[in-house]
């Protein structure tokens, strides 16, 4: 009897590099990978993916060939990737008897706090409104669940990799970074933990996992100068923590951006869930061992932090998304 074949879309992102690595050490699946740069194709299979191909969420003629004989599919995207998305969810539904489950990458509180936000209540600033990335996040849930499939989503804290992205340059030559987050705390979650759960919850399968959605966070709510300590300890130098107003974030990185900082700022995210233990049977990784220690693809997170990254100073990568309507 031949193995399932799983699909693993974004195969060449934070999480899904390390669920490649983590699902062809296995043995279960036929691991299809999926890209938009040819380049990378030698990467993903270094990482054991059996199969490579060509990706598009919004190119709908690269999604039958990616389908042909998957049973499962990793789902995950980028914020500006939202409208792809949401056809191809339709696209999955119409293949329903064929996919049996659907892990879906999205955000603590998308379903909860997008009902229940209360600007007056939930916000330090006046008229600010429920983060526009959270409202997408659910979007992108609630797209997978209408089209009648069977979806386990895990809602994940703010990735410990896209903390400091933004200031890899000046860490690296000046040894400061910036930010509005102050002494609020976040349970920062580190991707390679989301690649365990995600690889976890496709293996035990949606008899177990359907129609299940589990909160993954770090295993300590931090501050940004626990932070610096933590970045500082494995460079072996002092760096600095140097508090940002959120309205200069927001000059800095566009509305959208600076919403989301503000929801942290908030503690909506300062909680540490039990969710990835009760999947795993093991405590998240914290920040200082995701920066020291090496995941399923080889890379510790002191080296991804220097690599690519979506969010630009003075440009506002949300402002297409923004247009989105469900």
């Known amino acids: 009897m031949s193995q399932p074949v799983v699909l693993i879309t974004s195969a060449t992102g934070r999480i899904g590099k390390e669920l490649v690595a983590r699902l062809s050490q296995t043995g279960e699946f036929t691991v ?56 191809f969810s339709k696209a ?33 600033r006046q008229g600010a409104s429920i983060p526009l990335m959270l409202q997408h ?21 703010f990735f410990m990799n896209h903390l400091l992205k933004t200031d890899s340059e000046t860490i690296d030559t000046e040894g400061w970074f910036s930010n509005p987050l102050g002494s609020a705390r976040n349970s920062f979650v580190a991707t390679r933990d989301i690649a365990e759960a ?22 300590e709510p931090q501050t940004m100068a626990e932070i610096a300590a933590d970045l500082g300890a494995a460079m072996g130098k002092t760096i600095e923590y140097r508090a940002q107003t959120m309205e200069d974030f927001e000059k800095d990185f566009g509305s959208t951006r600076a919403e989301f900082f503000e929801y942290l700022s908030n503690g909506f995210y300062c909680r540490c869930s039990p969710d990835f233990y009760n999947v795993t049977g093991h405590k998240p990784t914290s920040y200082a061992d995701y920066l020291t220690t090496p995941g399923a693809s080889g890379e510790t997170g002191l080296e991804e932090l220097w690599q690519g990254n979506l969010w630009k100073k003075g440009e506002d990568a949300m402002k297409a998304a923004a247009e989105v309507t469900q």
């Open 198 to 219: 995600a690889a976890v919850v496709l293996r035990e399968g949606p008899d177990t996992h359907a129609n299940k959605f589990y909160d993954l966070t770090g295993p």
């Open 32 to 87: 299809r990978a999926c890209l938009f740069s040819p380049g990378k194709a030698d990467d993903l299979r270094t990482l054991g993916a059996d199969e490579v191909v060509h990706f598009d969420l919004n190119d709908a003629t690269t999604w039958g060939a990616a389908l042909d004989g998957v049973s499962a599919v990793y789902s995950a995207s980028l914020d500006p990737m939202l409208q792809g998305h949401l056809a």
């Open 137 to 157: 996040y659910w979007w992108g849930e609630k797209a997978l669940i209408d089209a009648g499939l069977n979806v386990t989503v895990l809602r994940n804290n």
């Open 92 to 124: 999955l539904g119409e293949r329903s008897d064929q996919i049996t489950h659907v892990v879906r990458i999205s955000c603590m509180g998308a379903d909860t706090n997008t009902a229940s936000y209360d600007p007056d209540k939930h916000s330090s």
